[in-house]
């Protein structure tokens, strides 16, 4: 299952706004979901608005000539402290394209989703960088039921249905994710 989408981390944006410039980035992250069916999530901010806060999965930027599935696994090793060979992942889930402004600047982000399935992780955030120690607040494992009645900003905006449909799938023996 590869189910593609748009979502927007700040107010919408417009790609031909003059008034912004967008830096383009390539983007991997994980639905990392333990087997009681609850996903990992970053509690997060924008050192430029703290106030700010959402919801959002382990991964980040791809480094030059990184494979989607390599840059998520070396971003969850690094989040999480969970290293795995960039194969376990399989082909991504999910893909979408955001646009958010960080620390002043606007990115417009293609970003790939990898679901890993795992019994139970201790996140290990000792391998955080500098940005991310000092703009991620918490993390969290959610069940899908969890961040619909939050009122929690989450991203991406389909997390709770993407997450209950490649739930079915794996019930029905189409998904073909780790375990």
Known sequence: MNVSARSELASPAVAN???RVYTPRRAARVLLVDAAGRVLL??????ARPGHRY???PGGGLDPAETPAAGAARELAE???LRLDPTALGEAVF?????FTFDGNWYRQEQDFFLLR???WQVDTTGFNDIEQRSIADHRWWLPD???ASGERFYPPELPALLTSLSQSTAAGRDEAPC
């Not at 970053?42 to 050192?47: N, S, T």
Request: glycine content about 8%; aromatic content about 16%; cysteine-free.
């Open 17 to 19: 706004s003059s008034s």
């Open 79 to 81: 989040e999480t402290g």
């Open 118 to 120: 795992v019994q139970s």
């Open 95 to 99: 893909s979408d394209t955001t646009e």
């Open 42 to 47: 970053f509690e997060g901010f924008d050192p």
């Open 55 to 57: 919801w959002f999965t």
């Open 146 to 148: 969890e961040l619909v």
